[in-house]
Each structure stands twice: as structure tokens, then as C-alpha cells.
């Protein structure tokens, strides 16, 4: 008998109507940016991680396995800056970053960036 616990992802989700620039520490690999490529861009004397990202697209920024309700360590970052035409998040610790949060469907949880 084989088992398998369930895993899901924590993702951030642009859901605006242009490109929106995603500052970040420490590293995500490829997969977790979904094929993006980053950079990195010195900031507030911070070496942080660029990426840009499309409407409609997401990153992965955690994974929480073998239960359905995500905690802060769960989250792969330290910081998450997101920059909008006129507005800016910032969000320093695990703790701020699964604070912003959304359960969207039972195993999804995300933090969906958009403008009213």
C-alpha cells in the first residue's frame, strides 16, 4: 500500500491589467518562476531578485505538503515587494507575507495583486 500526502502551492498571482515588477529575497529557481528569468538590482543597500510579471500569470512562493492549511515557514521568502504602476507592497518576514494570504480553492492558497 503506497500513500501520498497532498501538495500544493502558495503562489503570488498578478491579476491587474499590465506587467507588475516583483522584488524578492532569497532566490527562487526557475520552476517556481515558471521559466522567468531574474535579476538581481540593488536596493536600500539589499541585493534583491527582479522579476516582471504578466496579467493572469503567478510564481510560486511556497509549497505546504501533508496538510491543507499553510503556516509562515511554508512561505520560501524573506521579502516581497510588489511594484504597480502607482502603488507599492512591501512585505518583510514570512509572517507579513502569509499574512496577505487567499484561499481561493481548497488546496489553493495565493496572494492575488490586483487594482480596483
Request: glycine share 6%; proline share 4%.
Amino acid at each position: 500500500m503506497v500513500g501520498c500526502d497532498p501538495v500544493h502551492d502558495l503562489k503570488l498571482e498578478n491579476k491587474t491589467t499590465g506587467n507588475i515588477d516583483i522584488l524578492y529575497s532569497p532566490t527562487l529557481d526557475l520552476q517556481e518562476l515558471e521559466g522567468r528569468q531574474s535579476s538581481e538590482v540593488k536596493f536600500d543597500g539589499l541585493a534583491l531578485n527582479l522579476v516582471t510579471l504578466e496579467p493572469t500569470k503567478t510564481i510560486r512562493i511556497g509549497q505546504v505538503s501533508a496538510r491543507y492549511n499553510p503556516k509562515p515557514s511554508d512561505i520560501y521568502l524573506d521579502y516581497l515587494e510588489v511594484r504597480l504602476e502607482h502603488d507599492t507592497l512591501r512585505l518583510v518576514g514570512q509572517n507579513a507575507i502569509f499574512s496577505t494570504l487567499q484561499k481561493v480553492d481548497k488546496l489553493d492558497w495565493r496572494i492575488i495583486i490586483r487594482t480596483e
